[in-house]
């Protein structure tokens, strides 16, 4: 059974950087793209970036580009995502997600809240 677990999140200062790790366990993460969710409270669960299997092909959402970097690092089962100059409106639980031939996988999500 495939299992994904962030960490990275916290309180954060407007303007400031968070750098979020998603570890993956249990399918073959190198050949899975992997995504990034975030879900304000009160809101529905939206993208935010996306990257292929090899890393070599990249997408964000557009309020987080030139922001936010999505990588990952196949021999640790990792996936990242760089956070920078953070806005308020950036408050979330995030989530990393797997996507296999069969089944997605969704880990438990990591709060990042961004206020003075």
């Known amino acids: 059974e495939g299992q994904l677990v962030e960490s990275g999140g916290g309180l954060v200062q407007p303007g400031g950087s968070l750098r979020l790790s998603c570890v993956a366990s249990g399918f073959t993460f190198s050949s899975s793209p992997m995504d990034w969710f975030r879900q304000a409270p009160g809101k529905e669960r939206e993208f935010v970036a996306t990257?292929?299997?090899?890393?070599?092909?990249?997408y964000y959402t557009d309020s987080v580009k030139g922001r936010f970097t999505i990588s990952r690092d196949n021999a640790k089962n990792t996936v990242y995502l760089q956070m920078n100059s953070l806005k308020p409106e950036d408050t979330a639980v995030y989530f990393c997600?797997?996507?296999?031939?069969?089944?997605?996988?969704w880990g438990q999500g990591t709060q990042v809240t961004v206020a003075s």
């Open positions: 990257i292929s299997w090899s890393g070599g092909v990249t």
């Open positions: 997600k797997g996507r296999t031939d069969s089944t997605d996988y």
